[in-house]
């Protein structure tokens, strides 16, 4: 079955600075590669996604780049403030249900 | 637009005690439905996932059970609670396969 390991799970930057989180997968099948937010006690909210036939999607500060050769993808978030502070969780999937990454938890610095 | 309800928000229960956790989804109809649990401050655990109803596809074998009475409604039940039990449990629903998920609010479970 696929696998996903997402690094690192720990991030902190300074607030303006650029955060990217990297997930690799197994299943050179797997097509679609959403990416979550939670909030301290919250529930994830999905923030963006890419499907396999593209290569890289933006919205806002936050773009999603995805390498199926190397079957890894990544997030990247620029411009960073403190309310992006959160763990990220990425995930793979090829058909349900979906595959996650254990999360990285970002801290932005102010 | 489609909602999902999930309920209670916190419970607090005995070992040995029974649950019922619901989960129903409103403004679609099929959804994939789907359990996860959450430890503190860790990932996201898979527990049960259905296509639809009466199908029911577990990923852990514990002492949880799950259902699917209805097109738009997810049960997660145990007939005995342990103390390992304790967790942040989230519904989710998706259109379907390969579809992001939506997650409903979340039970924080303690089990005393």
């Known amino acids: 079955g696929e696998n996903v390991e997402q690094h690192p799970s720990t991030l902190s930057v300074q607030e303006g600075d650029s955060a990217v989180i990297k997930c690799t997968y197994s299943?050179?099948?797997?097509?679609?590669f959403p990416w979550y937010k939670q909030e301290l006690g919250k529930r994830p909210q999905l923030i963006i996604d890419i499907r396999s036939n593209v290569g890289e999607k933006k919205d806002q500060r936050i773009a999603v780049t995805l390498n199926k050769t190397a079957k890894h993808f990544s997030l990247h978030i620029t411009e960073t403030q403190p309310e992006d502070s959160a763990v990220y969780f990425c995930?793979?999937?090829?058909?349900?249900?979906?595959?996650f990454g254990k999360g990285t938890r970002l801290s932005v610095i102010a | 637009s489609q909602t999902i309800h999930q309920w209670p928000a916190t419970l607090v229960q005995p070992v040995g005690s029974p649950l019922s956790l619901e989960c129903t989804v409103e403004?679609?109809?099929?959804?994939?439905l789907y359990w996860y649990r959450q430890a503190a401050g860790r990932g996201l655990q898979l527990l049960f996932y259905?296509?639809?109803?009466?199908?029911i596809s577990s990923e852990v074998p514990q002492n949880l059970s799950a259902s699917r009475p209805q097109d738009r409604q997810f049960i997660l039940s145990s007939k005995k609670l342990l103390l390992s039990d304790s967790g942040f449990y989230l519904c989710a629903w998706s259109e379907a396969a390969n579809y992001g998920y939506t997650f409903g609010s979340g039970t924080r479970l303690t089990v005393v």
């Open positions: 259905s296509v639809g109803i009466g199908q």
């Open positions: 403004g679609t109809s099929n959804p994939n």
């Open positions: 299943d050179s099948a797997s097509n679609y």
């Open positions: 995930a793979a999937s090829m058909s349900t249900p979906l595959v």
